[in-house]
């Protein structure tokens, strides 16, 4: 017999004040290993206005495709200094912004490699429960293969693919919650 | 490597819907095409790992964060953090935040006239411990107007944000106290189909954890989703 899941509720409009305090946007310190990267962007609501309210947590694997977790079996080296998780808080323009390395390919279910990812949660007034997304990088030839991207209608793989943002390691990636380039969003 | 066991997807009718009109926001926020089921893999199954450096013990006491203390009710809110398995979910990040006694958020988009409480700023963390229990001590957070529809008024809830161990357990919810006549107007709690998992959200009233001459005690327990019974693929780097 099993016990009844908790169900979801809204984070409100006063998100900032419970998740300030773990706050990570630079989630790679002197040291760690791996191609140097900034991911930013900005939340886009359906009449495209801004989304100044929203919290975007991101998780991934180290530059070797790593998850600082005890469920990776790999046999690859955590980095002490390298979690793999950030979260920020969207500002005035509906921004976020993190500074990172750019993750390895991690394992794929049945066998194979995803190409490198970063798994996406969206929270924010107005979703009784939270989005779940991924951003993949342009031009990585590991992308033909991913099994998840391959998921996705290839009309929409671009919404999940970010773009150079002028700079080295510079990267922009919107989330658009709905229109005509409506994020891919997933059901996880 | 070993096979992936992914996590069960959430019962019929138990989660709330992504668009629900009684809830405005939902209207321009909530995604318009079907989502795309994910098979769990090792990133879905693994997560961000927290410990004591994120949490100090004494985050989890939201009456002692100031000179003061602030004024209201004091409660005590422990429950335990287990999967659907009746598994305990152990050393997991709960963050809780909530209005002061009087309905207002320490927020600078909170407009209430109710007065903020210079020794309550309203936010906390703990971590669970081996038996998957947690504890926070605060006050009751007072109702507070919104602007959804005409009187609109929240009933008083904690917000409550937990981190299992892995990315597809990760839930934000709310808690609410029992007896709280707000609760059947409010469009946030009656976005949840099922009754039984809407009644689910409410706390009871504690007698074993209330303390004599200092708090009342309030038990949530939260579940997290489960895992599937066995690995359906097998995984290799």
């Known amino acids: 017999m099993s016990l009844l899941t908790t169900a979801s509720q809204t984070v409100g409009p006063y998100v900032g004040i419970g998740f300030a305090a773990l706050c990570v946007e630079e989630l790679a310190p002197e040291g760690v290993s791996g191609e140097r990267i900034t991911l930013t962007g900005r939340v886009t609501d359906g009449d495209g206005k801004p989304v100044n309210d929203a919290a975007v947590e991101i998780w991934q694997a180290n530059a070797a495709g790593k998850y600082a977790h005890p469920e990776d079996a790999q046999d690859k080296a955590v980095e002490a200094r390298f979690r793999g998780y950030g979260r920020s808080l969207t500002r005035a323009d509906g921004g976020f912004r993190f500074a990172t390395i750019k993750p390895g390919c991690v394992p794929a279910p049945g066998g194979g490699l995803q190409a490198p ?68 969003f997933f059901d996880l | 490597m070993t096979g992936i066991t992914g996590y069960r997807r959430p019962y019929f009718r138990t989660q709330p819907p992504y668009l629900h009109p009684d809830y405005q926001s939902t209207v321009k926020r909530s995604p318009t095409r079907p989502l795309v089921l994910l098979p769990h893999s090792l990133t879905e199954v693994t997560g961000p790992v927290f410990g004591y450096e994120d949490v100090k013990p004494t985050d989890g006491d939201l009456t002692r964060q100031h000179a003061g203390e602030p004024i209201g009710e004091r409660i005590i809110v422990s429950g335990r953090l287990l999967d659907e398995n009746s598994r305990p979910v152990v050393h997991a990040l709960i963050e809780l935040w ?32 081996a038996e998957g229990r947690y504890r926070f001590v605060t006050v009751k957070p007072g109702a507070y107007p919104w602007r959804n529809h005409y009187n609109a008024w929240r009933p008083a809830h904690l917000h409550l944000s937990i981190f299992g161990i892995g990315l597809a357990q990760r839930i934000v919810t709310q808690m609410y106290f029992p007896g709280d006549p707000l609760i059947p107007y409010d469009p946030m709690f009656s976005s949840i189909p099922d009754e039984k998992a809407r009644e689910r ?12 001459d200092q708090a009342l005690g309030f038990r949530f327990d939260i579940v997290l989703r489960g895992r599937d019974a066995t690995p359906t693929e097998s995984t290799r780097s």
């Open chain 2, 98 to 129: 909530q209005a002061n006694a009087a309905g207002r958020y320490r927020h600078e988009v909170d407009d209430h006239n109710a007065p903020l409480d210079p020794n309550f700023s309203g936010a906390g963390r703990v971590l669970t411990d």
């Open chain 1, 117 to 184: 990812h970063i798994a996406v949660t969206v929270f924010m007034r107005g979703l009784l429960r939270h989005l779940a997304t991924r951003v993949y990088f342009p031009g990585d030839p590991a992308n033909a293969e991913d099994p998840v991207l391959r998921l996705v209608p290839e009309e929409r793989r671009a919404t999940l693919i970010a773009r150079p943002a002028g700079g080295k390691g510079a990267f922009e990636w919107n989330i658009r919650l709905q229109g005509t380039d409506e994020t891919v």
């Open chain 2, 201 to 212: 959200l409410v706390s009871s009233f504690d007698w074993e954890t209330t303390r004599p």
